[in-house]
């Protein structure tokens, strides 16, 4: 079964640090989406993406925040300037459907010292 | 934008039937009832989807009344790997809805 895979699983940075977090997509979906979930909290949308464009994005995302598909299968999420806050687990997600029956990754922990 | 409301946490035996419903009184015509499962450390998973009556899968049934207002999932004979957080989303197939998670149930199957 195809599935969504994330690189690293997990991310150790200093405070003001640049991070890339990695996501290779289903090979024949269209739309792909990076999720948080800080521990022990809800699973917050980030932004979604399709076409090389960003479609949707939530408050959360701001200038720190952007997102490229660099080639044809990877899915990049970069923190300019890490926060202690942005520590948790990131997801990736993709779909065949706009918004609809996402299929999520394993997730990238990003801790942030 | 469709609020939906479910219990915090539910806690059942191995073995035992297992329902969650989802309140969603202002469900809109266009709207689909979507449940997610989210197990420790991993990212949620697609589980069912339903827009009216019932619908059933592998894993999981879906029951709709007929005036939508809510939902309720049902798991049938659940194990210790049932074990997870249970999202109700509430938005079109094609809605932004879709993107936003609550705070989900979370299931508790005790031996």
């Known amino acids: 079964e195809p599935e969504v895979t994330q690189t690293p699983s997990h991310q150790v940075t200093q405070m003001g640090q640049e991070v890339i977090l990695r996501c290779v997509p289903i090979?024949?979906?269209?739309?792909f989406y990076w999720y948080r979930q800080i521990l022990g909290q809800k699973v917050e949308f980030l932004v979604s993406f399709y076409n090389n464009e960003i479609s949707e994005k939530s408050e959360i995302f701001d200038d720190q925040f952007s997102v490229e598909r660099p080639d044809g299968s990877n899915f990049t999420l970069k923190i300019r300037s890490t926060k202690l806050e942005d520590s948790a687990m990131y997801f990736c997600?993709?779909?065949?459907?706009?918004?609809?029956?996402?299929?999520f990754g394993p997730g990238t922990r990003l801790t942030v010292l | 934008l469709a609020k939906t409301t479910q219990p915090i946490s539910m806690d059942s035996y191995e073995g035992q039937e297992v329902n969650i419903t989802c309140s969603h009184n202002?469900?809109?015509?266009?709207?689909?009832i979507t449940w997610y499962q989210q197990f420790p450390s991993q990212g949620p998973r697609f589980i069912i989807q339903g827009y009216k009556t019932k619908v059933t899968n592998e894993v999981a049934s879906l029951f709709i009344p007929a005036d939508r207002k809510s939902s309720t999932l049902s798991l049938p004979r659940v194990s210790l790997s049932d074990t997870a957080v249970y999202y109700c989303l509430v938005g079109e197939q094609t809605g932004a809805n879709n993107l936003f998670f609550g705070t989900g149930t979370r299931l508790t199957v005790i031996p």
């Open positions: 202002n469900i809109a015509t266009n709207d689909y």
């Open positions: 090979s024949n979906h269209l739309y």
């Open positions: 997600a993709s779909s065949d459907a706009l918004y609809n029956e996402q299929f």
